[in-house]
């Protein structure tokens, strides 16, 4: 199977997980990147069983929306029982790395309201250690330089993503060679630097379930 054939079955998977427990007015938390967008099409499918969705960025309320499906602002939500989403690494805790596409505030933000964090991924994404994909960072656009030099302190090698602006009008440092043993207390110290909007450790927070797509299925892990 291709990737892309993988990403398209554990989207489906997702689809089939949640659909049963959508009543007319739920409202679904939907992420951002192309495992996303394969949910947003095959949930289309089915957008007369739900209310509408919260999105992760702009992209993903444009797709929404192209699909005909209500897109809501969080703040007029009062609940959502889901939230589905990509990452760009996962471990056996489900703890994620994401941020590949400059989403990954709202994708945070998103995922702390929900109910039940949904994460899919195919099986490249899977790593006995986070880290080897390089960590996101969104920053104040003034505050660039002073969060490279602290993410040094912290024994990283932040490079500034030239040319991309953040959702949220930010700018974004990927940070390589980052040895991340204990995750949650890495996703604090890189927040306690003044100018870090966040980052994209997904450990204090981490998926409730992950659906991986592999070459022999979907496997769910809890
Ligand atoms: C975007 C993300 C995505 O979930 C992550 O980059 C995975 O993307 P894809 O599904 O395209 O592999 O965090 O900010």
Do not use: W
Not at 56 to 74: F, N
Not at 162 to 179: A, H, K, R
Not at 190 to 217: Q, W
């Amino acid at each position: 199977m291709t990737q892309d054939q993988l990403k398209q079955a554990v989207a489906q998977a997702a689809v089939d997980l949640i659909l049963p427990q959508l009543t007319e007015k739920s409202i679904v938390g939907i992420g951002t990147g192309s495992t996303a967008n394969f949910f947003i099409d095959l949930l289309a499918k089915h957008k007369m069983d739900f209310d509408g969705a919260v999105a992760s960025s702009e992209a993903t309320a444009a797709r929404l929306k192209g699909h005909g499906i209500p897109v809501y602002d969080l703040n007029s939500v009062q609940e959502l029982e889901f939230y589905v989403d990509g990452a760009d690494e996962c471990n056996k805790y489900l703890e994620l790395i994401k941020g590949g596409g400059a989403a990954l505030t709202r994708e945070k933000i998103v995922a702390a309201v929900a109910g039940t964090f949904v994460c899919i991924a195919d099986e490249s994404k899977r790593v006995d250690f986070l880290g080897a994909f390089p960590l996101p960072v969104e920053v104040i656009p003034m505050a660039r330089s002073h969060v490279a030099r602290e993410l040094v302190k912290l024994g990283g090698d932040p490079i500034y993503r030239e040319g991309v602006v953040t959702d949220n009008g930010n700018v974004i440092l990927d940070v390589y060679n980052l040895q991340i043993t204990n995750p949650r207390e890495l996703e604090a110290k890189i927040n306690n630097i003044v100018g870090v909007v966040t980052n994209g450790l997904f450990a204090a927070r981490p998926a409730d379930v992950l659906l991986l797509g592999t070459g022999k299925g979907v496997e769910t892990h809890k």
